[in-house]
């Protein structure tokens, strides 16, 4: 699956950007990567296709609203 269908307008306001919903958005991967810093964490947990992103932030996952089980979460809990 191609993950660079989401690419941002040149006359987009990045300021603008709803980051909470985008966070969700399993094709925005690309965008997240390169704005981390804007990233909504409790949205990304949701997001499957973010699993290496979390893993980077294991202490910015929300553990309660993860949809990610086995290995994800039990690095989570070995940090807390």
Same mark, same amino acid.
């Given at each position: 699956? *191609?993950? !660079?269908?989401?690419?941002?307008?040149?006359?987009? !306001? +990045? !300021? +603008?950007?709803?980051?909470?919903?985008?966070?969700? &958005?399993? &094709?925005?991967?690309?965008?997240?990567? +390169? &704005?981390? *810093?804007?990233?909504?964490? !409790?949205?990304?947990?949701?997001?499957?296709?973010?699993?290496?992103?979390?893993?980077?932030?294991?202490?910015?996952?929300? &553990?309660?609203?993860?949809?990610?089980?086995?290995?994800?979460?039990? +690095?989570?809990?070995?940090?807390?």
């Amino acid at each position: 699956m *191609d993950y !660079d269908i989401l690419n941002l307008r040149s006359w987009i !306001d +990045k !300021d +603008k950007i709803n980051w909470g919903s985008l966070s969700l &958005n399993p &094709n925005a991967i690309h965008l997240l990567e +390169k &704005n981390v *810093d804007k990233i909504y964490w !409790d949205g990304l947990s949701k997001n499957p296709n973010a699993i290496h992103l979390l893993e980077q932030k294991l202490n910015k996952i929300n &553990n309660s609203i993860c949809v990610f089980g086995g290995h994800l979460l039990g +690095k989570i809990n070995k940090i807390n």
